[in-house]
C-alpha cells in the first residue's frame, strides 16, 4: 500500500475551493434557496432586456439574465448611471455578490436558478447612504470604447474632448481626456481590425456572386506585396447584367462618370457610371472601388464598361462628366468618337468659386444652361457681359482649359439641363 501524496499547493487549493463552496452553501442558506424559490415564482417573468437604454437599467429582486456576465454587466451600466461606485465583493462560477465601495447598506446578490437556465438577482438593497459622485471606477476605457463603438464607426476622428462633454452631459460622469483617448485608440483598432477581415471575405462574396449572376461582370483585382505573397486588395468592379440590359433596352445612350471619396479607415474611391431612366431620374450601371480616381483607374473602369455595354469607340454615346483630368484623358483616349461634355453644376461650382456668387450671377448662369439655341445663349451671355465681363472671361477660361473652348461650353452649358438646386 502506498499513500498518494497530493502536492502543499493543490492541497491548499482544494481547501480554499471547498472554503469557497462552503460559504456559498452558507449564502444560499442565509438567503435561502428555498427562499429564492419563493422569489423566482413570486417575480418570475422579470427577464432584462439587454437592449434597453443604458439610463433605463432597472435592478429588482427576481430579475433575471442570461449570464452572469450580462448581470454584472447591467450592474455596471446601473451604478455608473446612478452616480455611484461599487465594488465586486464576490465573484464565482455560480455567484456574484455587489456591494457599494463607501460602506453603505447596497448590495446586491445573484446567483444561478434552481434548472441554471438564468441568473437571479436572490437579495437586493437598494439603498444608498453615500453621495452620488461624479468620477466612477466603472466607466474605464474598455465601457467607453463599447458606449462609442458606432459614433466612431461614422467618424473615425470623433473628437475626445466630445467624448468627455456627452459622458458629463448624458450620465454625469467626469472622466479624463487620457481614458477617452485611448477609448478611441481601441475603438479604431477594433473597427479597423474588423475592416481588414471582411476585405479577406471579397473573393469568396465575388465567387459567389459570379455562381448566382452568370452573365454579370465581377473584377477583382489584388496586388502581392515584395515582402510576403499575401495578395492585397486594389480594385473592385460591379455590373449586374441585368443593370447593363436595363440600360441598354430602356435609356438613353447618355452617360455619366463621377468618382467620390471613401471615408473609411482605409480610403479608396467610388467610381460609378449612371444613366437617365424614362422618369429622368438616375439609372445605376456599374461601379468599382479603386484606389484612387487618376487615368489608370478610370481606363481599367470604361474599358470593363466599355466590354458591357458593347461600345466600340464611342460613336453615338454622351459623355457626361466633370473635369477630372485623369478621366478626361482616359475617355479622349478610349471613346475618342464619344460626346463628352462637362457638367453644368461642376462648371458653376469652379466658377462660384472665383468670386461670382452673386444671386443675379447665378441666375443669368442657369437661364444660359437652358437655353436650347445658340441665340438666346448669346443674349445671356451679353447681359452677363454687360454685368461683370470678368464673369464671362473666367467661364470662357474655366473651359478653355480642358476642351475646344467656347463652342464646348455651350455644347456642355446648352446639351444638359441639370435642374437648379434651391
Ligand atoms: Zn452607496
Redesign the pocket.
Known amino acids: 500500500m502506498c499513500a498518494q501524496v497530493i502536492p502543499m499547493d493543490i492541497q491548499a487549493k482544494n481547501g480554499m475551493k471547498n472554503l469557497l463552496t462552503r460559504r456559498e452553501e452558507r449564502q444560499e442558506e442565509l438567503y435561502g434557496d428555498d427562499e429564492g424559490e419563493n422569489i423566482l415564482a413570486a417575480h418570475s417573468g422579470r427577464r432584462y432586456d439587454p437592449g434597453c437604454p443604458i439610463d433605463n437599467i432597472t435592478i429588482q429582486l427576481g430579475m433575471t439574465y442570461e449570464s452572469r456576465s450580462q448581470f454584472k454587466a447591467a450592474v455596471k451600466n446601473y451604478a455608473i448611471c446612478n452616480g ?2 461599487v465594488r465586486i465583493k464576490r465573484s464565482t462560477e455560480n455567484v456574484v455578490e455587489v456591494v ?3 460602506h ?3 448590495r446586491i446578490y445573484a446567483s444561478w436558478g434552481p434548472t441554471r437556465e438564468a441568473f437571479v438577482i436572490k437579495a437586493v438593497n437598494d439603498e ?3 453621495n452620488r459622485t461624479p468620477t466612477n471606477i466603472q466607466a474605464d476605457y474598455r465601457w467607453i470604447t463599447k458606449h462609442f463603438l458606432e459614433t466612431i464607426r461614422r467618424d473615425m476622428n470623433y473628437r475626445v474632448i466630445d467624448m468627455v462633454r456627452e459622458l458629463h452631459e448624458k450620465y454625469g460622469i467626469i472622466v479624463s481626456r487620457a481614458t477617452c483617448y485611448s477609448a478611441r485608440s481601441w475603438a479604431r483598432k477594433m473597427l479597423q481590425g474588423s475592416l481588414d477581415e471582411h476585405y479577406h471575405m471579397l473573393p469568396s462574396y465575388v465567387a459567389e456572386l459570379q455562381k448566382v449572376h452568370r452573365n454579370s461582370t465581377f473584377q477583382l483585382e489584388v496586388e502581392h506585396d515584395i515582402h510576403n505573397s499575401l495578395p492585397r486588395f486594389n480594385r473592385l468592379y460591379i455590373c449586374f447584367e441585368s443593370l447593363a440590359r436595363g440600360f441598354l433596352e430602356g435609356c438613353r445612350p447618355v452617360i455619366g462618370l463621377d468618382g467620390c471619396f471613401l471615408k473609411t479607415e482605409l480610403k479608396g474611391q467610388l467610381l460609378s457610371t449612371v444613366g437617365r431612366d424614362g422618369n429622368n431620374m438616375m439609372f445605376p450601371i456599374a461601379w468599382a472601388v479603386v484606389e484612387g480616381e487618376n487615368q489608370a483607374s478610370w481606363i481599367w473602369f470604361i474599358s470593363l464598361l466599355m466590354s458591357d455595354l458593347g461600345i466600340v469607340d464611342g460613336y453615338g454615346w454622351t459623355i457626361i462628366s466633370d473635369q477630372q483630368k485623369g478621366l478626361e484623358n482616359a475617355v479622349a483616349g478610349l471613346l475618342p468618337n464619344a460626346e463628352h461634355r462637362n457638367c453644368a453644376r461642376h462648371i458653376y461650382a469652379n466658377w462660384k468659386k472665383k468670386g461670382h456668387s452673386t444671386y443675379i450671377l447665378r441666375n443669368l448662369f442657369w437661364k444660359a444652361v437652358k437655353c436650347t439655341a445658340c441665340e438666346g445663349f448669346h443674349r445671356v451671355i451679353g447681359q452677363m457681359k454687360t454685368l461683370k465681363a470678368e464673369a464671362v472671361q473666367d467661364l470662357l477660361e474655366g473651359s478653355q482649359s480642358s476642351s475646344g473652348g467656347f463652342s464646348k461650353l455651350l455644347k456642355s452649358m446648352t446639351k444638359f439641363q441639370v435642374p437648379k438646386k434651391k
Open positions: 455611484f461606485n457599494c465601495q463607501e453603505c447598506p447596497w444608498h447612504r453615500c
